[in-house]
């Protein structure tokens, strides 16, 4: 599309570019006259579409005596009918959430098909005594502490031994396992501990699932399960009225949130085929005692081991950590592609929590989405505090929208949807302006699509204020507000038509520690992780933007794919001339040798922290491994003008990267004269040459002054504009002869700079 093109299209957008609403089904007590009523409500609000989502009724709302419908009945699904038909007369788009509340499941789920979980148990014993055992007494000091948990849950001893203390060899352990429910085992002389490994069969139950969707998680690592689960969820559907492709755009799923489910019966074959090892022989080591959404609850060892047996432990845990994530892509994640590409319909889903890969699962999707929130627990302040010392306090993005924005960028999709401005904490008190800062923080991060969270199914005309409400920012005709988010969302529309039509400019990769974080305290991939390794990664890329420079995150499976090339490492279309690596200790070989082969060829290499000196896992000859990764490592550090290594700043990061971005003449296509916490920036190039730049200003507070030069190759034979979000009207924007202006930057101020290639009529 030319960008006179896109500039009409800028000015009335289309209603697939207007923000939608997750819709909330309150306990499926649907009727088709407020459903019709809900929609043409919203098509006035200026909302193109809705995502359709069961869920359980709120338990302190009046039901005044409406009946539910179970999830998947023909009255449920004629309810579907009677919103897509809607949608169409309308213009709205309709996606439809896989199951109901998350994870997903349902009440008809039976045996293996149920999520299953490998707990530890773990006693110091002294002997030499006689030691009785009771079975039950084993399954109860196991169970997790999920926030969820399922009763009809089946348990099941897998493995009883006693070890040393502490462990230097696994094959110190003594096999006690009987059979009887309550046993007697003999304690040698001296401390042991007592071990065991638990598995627990439907141990998690659907957070507020609607009727007929409720019950046991689904097991995702059974792909015979999954397909069943999906396929009578279309058959249901498809059944009674028709292709799903005529009527929806997605189907969607939530973030999964599994609370550390880890097992399947093929689990310990599968992963002796792939490492050559036995993976019960290290779970007591491994596995870390576990509670509400699968955190650990603390992160020492359960089972003691000497120094030189923990880095097996630690290399062990790597492996089974990478070996859940392959599982769940290929048995999850490609057969939910597989069946929503089957159905002829778009695939959406929130592609992240533990057991997820924090890139490759997210870059099959049509539709990869991240999270805002409004506030959360931690009560932090968008608008008002961009603090360092805690990456969540003041960004209303998560921590997960960087990664998810990446595996789009390195798809080549410009398509990044969100579940936005999530509020569990202040709902009455939100307004437009809170909304709009966070909204553009959103942006920031990498998002090109909104869909608010959420709009309840509340008749309003029956019930009494405020209405049948389970999460959101009160989005409801009760709101004063609600006559003015029409403006809003035309806002909204105009910046989604705007980025879905430019590819993300970034030149500057960064690689996180993410595998030596499975290693030491294992996955920690969802939006707002208790802790992590390098919190302050965050604000690196953070730093880079607000600083004029445009940057993805990359992973080792993304650069041991990759080609290097003239100093760019390339992966599709994308071509980055200097990779960030970020408290990397370990590395695989092969990521290793690219990294020498992108220095040697004048690629810029920083190291941050640590310098890489280890291989990961405990498959292979270990040995042979670290000698690779620690030789090519010295290697290219020989290469002095390409390889840099730098201590992070305990505070101060934006004046860091500054200096650091000078003294090293790293990559920038805008020169800002005075940096600013809250002032942020992204680049997108379009189909046609032009140049597109949205900046934002986040403080609520606080006008922002600074002369920002742009790049020669952003102005050169193009014309300068500021295409209004609001009016959608455009107007020249005057640069001097250096390509410069000074900006004054009002509070939660944006805008959209547009660098037209000249192919059109003034």
Not at 180 to 192: L, W
Not at 234 to 263: C, H, Q, V, Y
Not at 308 to 324: G, H, I, T
Not at 686 to 695: A, K, Q, R, V
């Amino acid at each position: 599309m030319k960008t006179e093109q896109l500039y009409e299209l800028f000015q009335n957008p289309e209603s697939q570019y207007h923000p939608f609403v997750r819709w909330w089904w309150n306990g499926d007590k649907v009727e088709s006259d407020e459903l019709v009523r809900e929609m043409e409500l919203l098509k006035e609000a200026g909302i193109g579409g809705v995502e359709i989502n069961p869920v359980a009724f709120p338990s302190y709302c009046d039901s005044i005596g409406k009946e539910s419908l179970q999830w998947l009945s023909p009255e449920w699904i004629d309810m579907l009918k009677v919103c897509f038909d809607k949608a169409k007369e309308l213009d709205m788009t309709c996606d439809l959430i896989v199951g109901s509340g998350w994870p997903f499941g349902a009440e008809i789920l039976e045996g293996e098909e149920r999520a299953q979980i490998v707990v530890n148990y773990a006693e110091p014993v002294k002997g030499p005594c006689s030691l009785t055992i009771n079975r039950d007494s084993i399954f109860e000091k196991s169970m997790p502490k999920v926030s969820s948990p399922y009763k009809g849950n089946v348990k099941e001893l897998m493995q009883l031994k006693l070890y040393p203390n502490p462990v230097s060899d696994i094959t110190q352990g003594i096999d006690v396992l009987q059979t009887d429910s309550i046993f007697t085992i003999e304690v040698p002389e001296g401390e042991y501990t007592l071990a065991g490994l638990v598995k627990i069969t439907g141990f998690l139950e659907v957070i507020n699932g609607a009727p007929g969707a409720a019950g046991p998680v689904l097991n995702h690592f059974d792909t015979e399960a999954v397909n069943k689960y999906l396929y009578n969820m279309s058959d249901s559907i498809e059944g009674r009225i028709g292709p799903l492709k005529d009527n929806i755009r997605a189907l969607f799923t939530d973030s999964m949130e599994l609370e550390g489910a880890n097992w399947t019966s093929d689990m310990a074959d599968e992963f002796e085929k792939r490492y050559g090892y036995k993976l019960t022989d290290y779970l007591p080591f491994i596995l870390f005692k576990i509670g509400s959404m699968g955190s650990a609850l603390n992160y020492d060892a359960v089972v003691p081991v000497t120094e030189e047996m923990n880095e097996k432990v630690q290399r062990a845990r790597y492996d089974f950590e990478d070996f859940k994530a392959q599982l769940m892509k290929e048995r999850f994640t490609d057969t939910y592609l597989s069946w929503c590409h089957n159905l002829g319909v778009k695939a959406r889903a929130q592609a992240y929590g533990r057991g997820f890969y924090p890139l490759e699962n997210a870059m099959g999707y049509d539709i990869p989405e991240g999270e805002s929130w409004t506030t959360n627990w931690l009560r932090h302040k968008p608008g008002e505090e961009m603090a360092e010392s805690d990456y969540r306090r003041g960004r209303a993005y998560t921590m997960v929208n960087k990664f998810v924005s990446s595996a789009a960028h390195l798809s080549g999709n410009r398509m990044m949807s969100c579940e936005e401005m999530t509020n569990t904490y202040t709902v009455f008190n939100m307004t437009l302006e809170q909304l709009k800062l966070g909204g553009d923080q959103t942006a920031i991060s990498g998002v090109s699509h909104s869909v608010f969270h959420g709009f309840n199914y509340s008749p309003n005309k029956e019930v009494a204020f405020p209405g049948w409400l389970r999460y959101g920012a009160f989005y409801s005709e009760n709101n004063n507000w609600w006559p003015y988010f029409k403006h809003y969302n035309e806002y909204k529309a105009r910046l989604a038509t705007a980025l879905q039509h430019g590819t993300y400019y970034a030149d500057i990769a960064i690689l996180n520690p993410e595998n030596d974080m499975w290693s030491t305290i294992g996955m920690q991939n969802e939006p707002f992780p208790n802790v992590t390794r390098a919190p302050y990664k965050t604000f690196i890329w953070e730093a880079i933007n607000k600083c004029g420079g445009g940057v993805d995150y990359v992973t080792e499976n993304i650069i041991n794919d990759a080609q290097v090339k003239k100093g760019n490492i390339c992966y599709n279309a994308r071509k980055y001339n200097t990779l960030f690596v970020i408290d990397v200790e370990s590395m695989h070989p092969g990521t290793s040798e690219k990294l020498l082969q992108f220095a040697k060829q004048g690629g810029k290499v920083i190291c941050i922290d640590t310098i890489p000196y280890k291989s990961l896992g405990l498959s292979g000859d270990v040995a042979e491994k670290d000698s690779i990764v620690k030789a090519n490592v010295e290697k290219m550090m020989q290469f002095k003008n390409n390889f840099v290594f730098v201590e992070p700043p305990k505070e101060g990061f934006l004046p860091w990267y500054d200096s650091l971005m000078k003294a090293e003449q790293l990559p920038h296509y805008l020169d800002i004269e005075s940096p600013d916490l809250y002032v942020m920036q992204n680049r997108y190039t379009t189909d046609d040459g032009s140049e597109m730049l949205f900046i934002s200003n986040s403080n609520r507070y606080d006008a922002h002054e600074t002369k920002i030069t742009f790049s020669r190759e952003i102005t050169k034979g193009k014309h300068p504009w500021i295409w209004d979000l609001q009016t959608g009207q455009r107007f020249k924007l005057p640069l001097d002869d250096n390509g410069s202006y000074n900006f004054n930057l009002g509070p939660v101020e944006s805008l959209l700079i547009v660098f037209e290639k000249p192919h059109y009529r003034e």
